[in-house]
């Protein structure tokens, strides 16, 4: 039972460059999460799927796009990638209590 | 916007000894808390968590209490061990766990 799976666990981007980060989870959740963590802060949700074919805004979802695949996949873009979305970059679900997440993608913008 | 914040940034403690780690919350309509540990280079772990119907709530070694009153929350380690050091984070849940996360406290275990 493999939890929640992200990929790529490295990325060095440049400025501008897009690339979409996948995260799977095999633990039948319907809800799914997507969070950044900024050196010294806790975690900030960037994006929320509640369902297949539902998505919706969390604190800082400026930059980013996000499909939910399926019950399994949710996907995080980014378009643009700017200096600033250099993040620590989490996926998590949810059975109806507190997420479990993965194990994060580290995400360098130069 | 609300916030939760922890007391304090680190926490040093002696191997054996009990640790509590604090955390106040300022959404007083918060129904759900959780603790997470984070290690380093890893995703957090869910520790443990506690609705607002109870003021506490144990696992194995660890115990949330939840002061509601004011808007207080607590993690105990019983018998700390140097694989408990890590970043402890407590959240609140908003909505549907979307939760908003503290700044964390980071524990080290002393031997």
């Known amino acids: 039972n493999a939890g929640v799976t992200q990929t790529p666990k490295f990325q060095v981007l440049k400025t501008g460059q897009s690339m979409t980060l996948q995260c799977a989870q095999d633990m039948n959740h319907n809800s799914m999460y997507w969070y950044r963590q900024d050196p010294g802060m806790g975690l900030r949700l960037i994006y929320y799927s509640a369902s297949e074919g539902t998505t919706d805004k969390g604190e800082v979802p400026n930059g980013y796009n996000v499909s939910r695949l399926n019950k399994r996949e949710f996907s995080l873009r980014l378009e643009s990638a700017a200096p600033s979305q250099t993040s620590v970059y989490f996926c998590?679900?949810?059975?109806?209590?507190?997420?479990?997440f993965g194990q994060g993608t580290r995400l360098t913008v130069v | 916007g609300e916030s939760v914040g922890l007391h304090l940034p680190t926490l040093s403690v002696q191997e054996g000894d009990n640790s509590i780690i604090n955390c106040a919350y300022s959404?007083?309509?918060?129904?759900?808390f959780i603790w997470y540990k984070q290690e380093s280079g890893k995703g957090p772990q869910f520790i443990i968590d506690?609705?607002?119907?109870?003021d506490k709530r144990q696992g194995q070694r660890v115990t949330v209490l939840l002061n509601k009153t004011v808007k207080h929350l607590s993690l105990q380690i019983a018998a700390t061990q140097p694989g408990d050091s890590a970043v402890y984070f407590c959240a609140e849940n908003n909505d549907d766990y979307k939760l908003s996360f503290g700044a964390g406290t980071t524990v080290t275990v002393r031997a």
């Open positions: 506690i609705r607002s119907n109870m």
């Open positions: 998590a679900s949810s059975p109806g209590t507190g997420p479990f």
């Open positions: 959404n007083s309509a918060s129904d759900y």
